[in-house]
């Protein structure tokens, strides 16, 4: 029995291999099992969950699952312990072959957030195989002639196990002849041979029967065996010889198929035919050596024949047989040890292990969006792999996190409607020469959020509406865009109905943003309508976009000139008088305004003596009337016609009684009068007690406004907006004349806005610097004061003078402007009849209403001053107007 001692030198060596696994393992921050090849279902390896910090109850929410590296599915872990156990059976020497290093290395991934963890399980050899011969009986030709001490080669035996388990010892059975001498190789493995003791005599024994066994250093140990049959012949003394025993090569793999590896040379010392050597693979070398390489028999050239990859095999270890042809023939023996060298021959490959796509526009940075791993099948240099992200400016890069593994993380904000997806290119190299690569296309869709709100081209629309429009007329349509994608921009339209009701006037569709007029506007009733549309879409949650819009009616002359202020009594005209004596005046109104507004007056039959002012409506002799052919009272019916300037014209008649009589008969007509009123003392004081008692009135009511006026202007100051809601908003502006140009009656503005609902603008003040005509032509200022009040209105003088002319004019001087903006004054295509044509003002202290202003008007115009309105001139100018509004 021969016990076999391991060398210092290897024990050294394997303790330093040993240490160097160790810092590797505990560098590599990664988990470690150890499990048992051949371990049964069931086995416990390691409490997985604890080990990596993970909770046993978030296993399944977190969607806890666990990739193995290679082929089979050799351990699971229990969801209800966190327990990784064996699941099928695992031979290690199936897997991992003769490597020292056996492990397989599993992924483990859980969502919520996405981790990866490394783990490795080491397979541990058990010694569960028993060294192996080739052949169960190795025959041995020896010439009785060799020498002592001459050794000859046996076969070795195999061990599928590593380590100790395959470290094997060689004994024969005790004889008298030979010896077992053991040989420790290179590679720490041991070759066993025989060694003559002594010469043999074939006529002694001409053949031996030993028994070799292999015995490996498992526990329990394990045994191989083989019969060696010994034969001696006593012929051809001397067997070829090679000048060494091993011949090391080292050659590059992928060789060109015939190319020569070595040349082998072996001499005999016979003389003759015992000379003549022949060059074979041993009866021992597999079949696939000899499917690779070949040996010529007579010059003894080793060539290759079939691919040598060293991924394959980077070791070859062939026994060589020189054979002489003597009778019986001698042969010699050695081994060709071809080590393989690596060339950079197998390019990088990417596998994706997982891809969380479609990322969400809003993902935080550092989300991990991919795992990717790269492996390559050379070794050293050629595989040693590097990765990068092509084109580096997308907002992704790769983050390493284990050797050759990497994570595709967010490193900068997205936005889809910039980049709605990313095509990427990773790339991955390896450091060879010539160094080899290989890419793979990720194509990363971005989701969409509702980030954008709808938004409109303009924040605001101006429409200008016809009035007397058809009920549900299609007025204007609103149009927001949100470059959001689906539900998120799908958008509907609505008008904010919480501060003022406009479902009666205004409708909005809800998906094609249509604006429809419910209902006829008037202009004399309604002059502006203000609201927001409001456009949201219909992500989660909801964002809204407005826009504000401004409807202007425009007037269409659709009322007729109405004539009012006629007298009861018919004129009378007393006789004789001169050509253009005026005798009256017609006073008519048109609600409408502008061109529609302005009046002109024609009498329907002109062959009388009468005429009538164009615009003033003055009623006067042609030429001069005497009392010839004037008997008793004469009655004449002037009918006057009062046309507006719309399209189509509209007109209203007038007739007017007028009574000639001679100046006798008037003078008669005065006495009788004066004698139905008497003596007429009396009441004329009393008429100057009342007018004292109105002038003071007045006065009175007038610093009323001011004192009121001064109150709410420092309050409105004080606000920061002013809100206008449903109501009056009545511009005034009244010339020395007393044309007014707004009606309060037909200006109405309804307005839509955020302020506090039910907002009244009980006090409006207008200071416009427009110029103001005279009756003598000169431009100056006057000064209106809006106010509020409860009194009730007094009826109308039955002798009040206006002109429906001027009123039109002044009604035209509101206009908007090129931008859009209200501006006081004359339209640019308006031109409008001077005052010279217009009625005189209203004597001083004389109560005016307004144009169009019935019994319940609130507007007023009062006048203090001397001077006398019927006579212009330079005291007129001296009067005070002021114009307030009663509500």
Known sequence: MVIMRIDPLVRKQLLHLILLHTAWEMGSGQLHYSVPEESQHGTFVGRIAQDLGLEVSELVPRLFRMESQGDGDHFRVNLQNGILFVNSRIDREEMC????????????????????????????????????????????????????????????????????????????????????????????????????????????????????????????????????????????????????????????????????????????????????????????????????????????????????????????????????????????????????????????QLSLKSLSVPVPEDSPLGTTVALISITDRDSGANAQVSCSLWPSGFPFKLKSTFKNYYSLVLDVSLDREQVPEFVLVVKAWDEGTP?????????????????????????????????????????????????????????SYWIDEKLWSLSSYISVHSESGKLYALQPLDYEELKLLEFQVSAKDAGLPSLCGNVTIQVFVVDENDNAPVVSGLEENPILLVVPVTAGHVMGKIRALDADSGYNAWLRYELHDNNGPWRVGLYTGEISTTRGLDESGISGVSQNLVVVVVKDHGKPVLSATASVSVSLVASTQAIQA??????????????????????????????????????????????????????????????????????????????????????????????????????????????????????????????????????????????????????????????????????????????????????????????????????????????????????????
């Open 97 to 348: 072959v003769k490597s020292p290093l056996c492990s397989i290395h599993l992924e483990v991934i859980v969502d919520k957030p996405l981790q990866v963890f490394h783990v490795e399980v080491e397979i541990a050899d058990i010694n569960d195989n028993a060294p192996v011969f080739s052949v169960t009986e190795q025959t041995l030709i020896i010439a009785e002639a060799r020498l002592s001490h001459t050794p000859f080669p046996l076969e070795s035996a195999s061990d599928a196990d590593i380590g100790t388990n395959a470290l094997l010892t060689y004994r024969i059975n005790p004889n008298d002849y030979f010896k077992l001498n053991v040989v420790t190789n290179e590679d720490q493995t041991k070759s066993a041979g025989l060694e003559l003791k002594k010469a043999l005599d074939r006529e002694d024994v001409p053949v031996h029967h030993l028994m070799l066994t292999a015995t490996d250093g498992g526990k329990p140990e394990l045994t191989g065996t083989v019969q060696l049959v010994i034969n001696v012949l006593d012929v051809n003394d001397n067997a070829p010889l090679f000048n060494q025993s091993v011949y090391k090569v080292r050659v590059p793999e992928n060789p060109v198929n015939g190319a020569l590896i070595i040349t082998l040379n072996a001499t005999d010392l016979d003389e003759g035919s015992f000379k003549d050597i022949a060059y074979s693979f041993s009866s021992l070398v597999p079949s696939k050596v000899k499917n690779i390489f070949r040996i010529g028999d007579s010059t003894g050239e080793i060539k290759v024949v079939g691919p040598l990859d060293y991924e394959d095999s980077n070791l070859w270890e062939i026994q060589i047989v020189a054979e002489d042809k003597g009778n019986p023939p001698l042969a010699g023996h050695c081994k060709v040890v071809i080590e393989i060298l690596d060339m950079n021959d197998n390019a990088p």
């Open 435 to 491: 160094s080899l690569s290989a890419s793979s296309t990720l194509t990363i869709p971005i989701s969409d959020i509702n980030d954008n709100a709808p938004a409109f081209a303009q924040p605001s629309y101006t429409v200008f509406v016809k009035e007397n429009n058809p009920p549900g007329a299609h007025i204007f349509t609103v149009s927001a865009s949100d470059p959001d994608m689906a539900e998120n921009s799908l958008i």
């Open 670 to 887: 005065d006495a009788h009068l004066l004698r139905k009123v008497g003596n007429g003392k009396d009441q004329v004081e009393n008429v100057n007690v009342y007018l004292i008692i109105a002038i003071c009135s007045v006065s009175s009511l007038f610093l009323l406004v001011i004192v009121i006026y001064t109150v709410l202007r420092c309050h409105s100051q004080a606000k920061e907006a002013m809100a206008y809601g449903p109501g009056t908003a009545t511009l005034v502006c009244a010339s020395e004349v007393g044309s007014w140009s707004y009606s309060n009656r037909h200006s109405h503005i309804l307005a839509g806005v955020s302020g506090e609902a039910g907002a009244k603008s009980d006090l409006m003040v207008f200071t416009p610097n427009i110029p103001v005509f005279a009756e003598n032509g000169n431009v100056g200022n006057t000064k209106e004061l809006v106010a509020n009040s409860s009194a009730e209105p007094k009826p109308p003088n039955p002798d009040w003078r206006y002109s429906a002319s001027l009123r039109a004019g002044m009604q035209g001087a509101v206009h908007m402007d090129e931008a859009g903006a209200l501006r006081v004054g004359p339209g640019p295509e308006q031109q409008w009849p001077t005052v010279s044509s217009a009625t005189t003002e209203p004597e001083a202290g004389e109560v005016s209403p307004p144009v169009g202003a019935g019994v319940n008007s609130n507007s007023w115009t009062f006048k203090y001053g001397p001077g006398n309105s019927k006579q212009p001139g330079p005291e007129s100018k001296k009067q005070t107007q002021v114009s307030f509004l009663l509500r």
